[in-house]
């Protein structure tokens, strides 16, 4: 699932074993996330895990869609 809120892209997912399309060899490959390197976040006042962005940015290079390559443009610009 995906919405806005003030103006921040947020995707929640909910799987134990995510699979991910290499967006290079098209093939299916695991999603491992490290949930212990994950950070507090409070959305909407609620406090929720957030991806680390060194593994969402690791992530979004798998995937190389058009969006994820802007993606990784902006969350990289904000260093």
């Known amino acids: 699932m995906q919405f806005v809120y003030d103006g921040i892209k947020i995707e929640i997912g909910s799987d134990d074993r995510p699979l991910i399309q290499n967006g290079a060899s098209g093939e299916w490959c695991a999603l491992e996330i490290d949930y212990t390197s994950g950070e507090q976040r409070n959305i909407a006042g609620l406090t929720i895990p957030v991806m680390a962005r060194a593994q ?21 610009d904000i260093d």
Request: charge should be negative.
């Open 56 to 76: 969402l940015v690791a992530y979004k290079r798998i995937l190389q869609r058009d969006v994820d390559l802007i993606d990784i443009a902006e969350i990289t």
